[in-house]
């Protein structure tokens, strides 16, 4: 599930990103600003999904009796937020991009 948000978010994050650097003037300054910004979003994206596969594996290690109750509901309470906030993060994205959209020029 964890993935399939993540590989979501990341399909839209590399399409605006695409958009944008193709409508934009080819500067230095702007185009390191964007790389930076799709570096930045790219780490955070993993840093989710490092976090649904860490409680994964804890879920994993609890079924075999290598892990207690309280590292997987950790575990769990951790990948949960992750998800929220890239939905979050995710959602003000989009209406960001709806807000420049409705912008006349």
């Known amino acids: 599930m964890i993935d399939r948000a993540a590989s979501s978010l990341s399909?839209?994050?590399?399409?605006?990103?695409?958009?944008?650097?193709?409508?934009?003037?080819?500067?230095?300054?702007?185009?390191?600003?964007l790389s930076s910004f799709g570096a930045t979003l790219q780490g955070?994206?993993?840093?989710?999904?490092?976090?649904?596969?860490?409680?994964?594996?804890q879920t994993v290690a609890a079924l075999n009796?290598?892990?207690?109750?309280?590292?997987?509901?950790?575990?769990?309470?951790?990948?949960q937020l992750a998800l929220q906030t890239t939905t979050v993060i995710r959602d003000r994205v989009v209406q960001a991009y709806q807000d420049i959209m409705r912008m006349s020029i």
Request: aromatic share 4%.
């Open 11 to 33: 399909q839209f994050a590399s399409a605006a990103y695409g958009r944008i650097e193709r409508s934009t003037a080819s500067g230095t300054d702007a185009s390191s600003g």
């Open 44 to 57: 955070a994206l993993q840093g989710a999904v490092d976090t649904g596969h860490q409680a994964d594996q």
């Open 65 to 79: 009796g290598e892990a207690s109750l309280t590292d997987v509901v950790t575990a769990v309470s951790r990948a």
